[in-house]
Structures are given as structure tokens and as C-alpha cells.
């Protein structure tokens, strides 16, 4: 079992910045890939950004491209989305997800809770 803790969000100005932050913690070893996602009300839950399991491959969301920048460090099992030049448009619930793949359960998600993060204008 992986469980997935996510903090950092809050009440930003447009302009601002936040560092959301995913703690994991469990059968970390089986996480591959990860992800921060957002959902606003009335909308479906979107990809925001994800990291491959080493870190190298990064992909993000266009509309955040230039502005957020995700990392992980698999030493301490954190996950990270810095958030820059926010837009009101970027409010919503972020949540954190990992890939997980076990040979027993085989492939699967695992979501942390949310955060909230509400850009004012």
C-alpha cells in the first residue's frame, strides 16, 4: 500500500507562487511514475504535470508550461509542483498520484487527498 499526503496549498494572489509538496509513504518501491493533477468545480480532474520514476522525463500541461516545474526526490519519497506566475485560472484541488505496479496487484493509482489552491485576483 502507498499513501500519499499533499501540503503546501493556500490562498495566493494572481502573480504569486506556491510549492506544493506529496509525501509518500508505504510500499514506496513500487511507485513508478507521478503526477500532480488539479480539479476545479464543474470540471473534470486534469493533468497538471508528471515525473517519470528517475526524474529524467518531466511533462507538463500546456497551459502551465513556463510556469510550473515539477521534481521529485525518491531519497526522502517527496514530490514537488512549484507553482509560479499564478493565474486565477489555476484554481482548484491538486492532488498528487503514483503509478504503482506491483507483480501481485499489478498496475494501479494511488491519490493523496488534495490541497486546495485559490488564486485571487
Known amino acids: 500500500q502507498v499513501q500519499l499526503v499533499e501540503s503546501g496549498g493556500g490562498l495566493v494572489q494572481a502573480g504569486g507562487s506556491l510549492r506544493l509538496s506529496c509525501a509518500a509513504s508505504g510500499t514506496t518501491s513500487s511507485m513508478n511514475a507521478m503526477g500532480w493533477y488539479r480539479q476545479a468545480p464543474g470540471k473534470q480532474r486534469e493533468l497538471v504535470a508528471r515525473i517519470t520514476r528517475g526524474g529524467t522525463t518531466t511533462n507538463l500541461a500546456d497551459s502551465v508550461k513556463g510556469r510550473f516545474t515539477i521534481s521529485r526526490d525518491n531519497a526522502v519519497n517527496m514530490v514537488y509542483l512549484q507553482m509560479n506566475s499564478l493565474k486565477p485560472e489555476d484554481t482548484a484541488v491538486y492532488f498528487c498520484?503514483?503509478?504503482?505496479?506491483?507483480?501481485?496487484?499489478?498496475?494501479?493509482?494511488?491519490w493523496g487527498q488534495g490541497t486546495q489552491v485559490t488564486v485571487s485576483s
Open positions: 498520484k503514483a503509478e504503482i505496479f506491483t507483480t501481485t496487484t499489478g498496475f494501479r493509482d494511488a
